[in-house]
T-cell receptor
Framework: RKEVEQDPGPFNVPEGATVAFNCTYS??????FFWYRQDCRKEPKLLMS?????NEDGRFTAQLNRASQYISLLIRDSKLSDSATYLC???????????WGAGTKLIIKP | ETGVTQSPTHLIKTRGQQVTLRCSSQ?????VSWYQQALGQGPQFIFQ???????GRGNFPPRFSGLQFPNYSSELNVNALELDDSALYLC??????????????FGEGSRLTVL
């Protein structure tokens, strides 16, 4: 089992729709969680951190469920520019290394 | 722009050859991490350098080696190239070890093709 797992997609979603991704992690000692965005053939960029109480940044909402060991990302009112691969990142287990999921590809269609 | 620059952007090598990839970190950052990203996969941690010393290593063989210089720029060296080494190599800089903030600033990567 991979340490961080994501549905690879692609998710094909019409513009304006709401879309949600989940990411599961295997190490219960994991401490910090993040969502990164990666455009095609570009480098990853931090989208948002994920806090225990959940957090929102504009159209984006991130949540953490420690009991079930998953994090989620919700995108509301999706835009064409949201098309990208969304990578889940987990830190923890004592070595402070970032463990990356393989990413979920999102395609927003007009 | 992140201020992290990598060179070369693209290169082609043959099996058995050696390659050196270079990275200039963002001003003020003393930590550099290297990642390998195969097509359709997330980045895989190779190693991290903090103040010129290796500060953590992923599951990569010894033929992957690195350096960090006094100005915090860094090199990744790969010896005896194999076909599976074909990937995008990403350099990321941060101001502290990544465990503190999780925010890494990536360069645009060096795309290596091994034939």
């Amino acid at each position: 089992r991979k340490e961080v797992e994501q549905d690879p997609g692609p998710f094909n979603v019409p513009e304006g729709a709401t879309v949600a991704f989940n990411c599961t992690y295997s190490n219960s000692a994991s401490q910090s969680f993040f969502w990164y965005r990666q455009d095609c053939r570009k480098e990853p960029k931090l989208l948002m951190s994920v806090y225990s109480s959940g957090n929102e940044d504009g159209r984006f909402t991130a949540q953490l469920n420690r009991a079930s060991q998953y994090i989620s990302l919700l995108i509301r009112d999706s835009k064409l520019s949201d098309s990208a691969t969304y990578l889940c990142v987990v830190i923890g287990g004592g070595n402070y290394q970032l463990i990356w999921g393989a990413g979920t590809k999102l395609i927003i269609k007009p | 722009e992140t201020g992290v620059t990598q060179s070369p952007t693209h290169l082609i090598k043959t099996r058995g050859q050696q390659v050196t990839l270079r990275c200039s970190s963002q001003s003020g950052h003393n930590t550099v991490s290297w990642y390998q990203q195969a097509l359709g996969q997330g980045p895989q941690f190779i190693f991290q350098y903090y103040r010129e010393e290796e500060n953590g290593r992923g599951n990569f063989p010894p033929r992957f080696s690195g350096l960090q210089f006094p100005n915090y720029s860094s090199e990744l060296n790969v010896n005896a190239l194999e076909l599976d080494d074909s990937a995008l190599y990403l350099c990321a800089s941060s101001s502290r070890t990544s465990g503190d903030t999780g925010e890494l600033f990536f360069g645009e990567g060096s795309r290596l093709t091994v034939l």
